[in-house]
């Protein structure tokens, strides 16, 4: 990887992990927690990417309406498990859809670090995390995606996004080759 890099955690909240996925729960916040560990004690930059909706579901992603509302403000389920909570001077990237780019302030934040390449890790594979790596792509930044740190509750779809992104707009690494970047 080539200059400063920023990590970026897509999703980490508590409501997506309750649901089915592979790897399972565990396993995503263990490879997500040992990349925020390293990143923090490399002072590297970190930005957290949140959905968070309204409860009155006003500004949820249509088919979630009307049985399934997920992240709603003020929930539990909105916040990130433990051992992956924003820390003081992390960004923390507000939204309703898929693209956490979406949020003005993320981009200028990433920038204002100096970031040239963003690590991405999170849930799920095919939806948020893909958004995001594009969202990133299209504006400019190196991408890498954290293989062991990505979660999924339809693994063929998400093989099939990775082996897509992997060849078009991402290097598909693993933490062991990630962490060594920051020696």
């Not at 263990?30 to 930059?45: E, I, K, S």
């Not at 082996?163 to 991402?170: D, I, P, S, V």
Request: with cysteine; hydrophobic share 45%; net charge negative.
């Amino acid at each position: 990887m080539n200059g400063p890099i920023g990590l970026l955690l897509v999703d980490m909240q508590e409501d997506f992990f309750a649901r089915g996925m592979t790897p399972t729960r565990d396993e995503v916040i263990a490879g997500a927690a040992q990349l925020l560990q390293a990143f923090r004690a490399a002072g590297a930059p970190v930005a957290h990417i949140h959905t968070v909706c309204a409860p009155d579901g006003s500004d949820a992603m249509p088919h979630w309406l009307p049985d399934k509302m997920l992240c709603v403000a003020g929930t539990p389920g909105v916040l990130a498990p433990e051992p992956l909570r924003p820390a003081e001077g992390e960004f923390v990237a507000i939204k309703q859809h898929y693209d956490g780019f979406v949020d003005p302030g993320l981009e200028p934040w990433l920038r204002a670090q100096g970031v040239e390449t963003v690590v991405v890790c999170g849930v799920y594979t095919q939806t948020c995390v893909r958004a995001a790596v594009l969202g990133a792509y299209q504006r400019g930044f190196k991408v890498v995606m954290a293989t062991d740190a990505l979660g999924t509750d339809d693994v063929q779809f998400a093989n099939m996004n990775l082996a897509w992104l992997g060849a078009r707009a991402a290097k598909l690494l693993d933490n062991s080759a990630i962490l060594e970047t920051l020696r």
